[in-house]
């Protein structure tokens, strides 16, 4: 247990560095005056008060949904490095058998975060308040954020004798 606790303190941090870039990325892609419809600027005559406004609850929308798919992340890239320290693996063979564990949380994680921005953002009402492709380019950031996450942390906190199982893991022995 001494080695699980500061591997999974690692996977939590790498995923709290990568929703504050996530959150800033979307901040300059999406939520700015630029990235709601010409049909509401036109409804609130252009008020930067009332644009300010529906800017901050599309905002909570898109933190909302990136913090709970980062979350869903980083809780499956902490349960597959807990399976592997509780079962580990004798030898390559044994350790690229896990890759298949790997791959259904990977997709696990990516199909959460899919769905949170869908129910959050582009199927919401509040996607008729954006501009076309709007929730879309918040979804890419999102499931980008996701994807680096899951990766980055089970390859680089992976054990050494299960970076093999990660693929690309190769790239992080210490």
């Not at 490095?81 to 791959?103: E, F």
């Not at 975060?113 to 709007?134: I, Q, T, Y």
């Not at 979804?139 to 996701?146: E, F, K």
């Amino acid at each position: 247990m001494k080695t699980l606790l500061p591997r999974l303190l690692g996977v939590i941090g790498l995923h709290a560095v990568l929703g504050l870039l996530a959150w800033l990325l979307d901040g300059w892609l999406v939520v700015r005056q630029e990235g709601l419809s010409t049909d509401l600027l036109t409804r609130i005559d252009g008020d930067p008060a009332r644009a300010e406004a529906y800017l901050a609850d599309i905002g909570g929308d898109i933190l909302t949904a990136t913090a709970g798919s980062l979350l869903l992340s980083a809780a499956l890239a902490c349960a597959w490095l807990t399976m592997i320290h509780r079962n580990p693996p004798y030898g390559d063979k044994s350790a690229r058998s896990r890759r298949g564990s790997w791959s259904a949380l990977l997709l696990l994680g990516l199909v959460g975060c899919l769905g949170l921005f869908w129910e959050r953002l582009v199927g919401a009402s509040v996607a008729d308040l954006l501009a076309p492709g709007a929730p879309v380019k918040a979804t890419i950031v999102g499931a980008c954020a996701v994807l680096l996450g899951y990766w980055t942390s089970t390859a680089l906190f992976a054990p050494v004798s299960t970076k093999v199982a990660v693929p690309g893991g190769g790239l992080f022995v210490r």
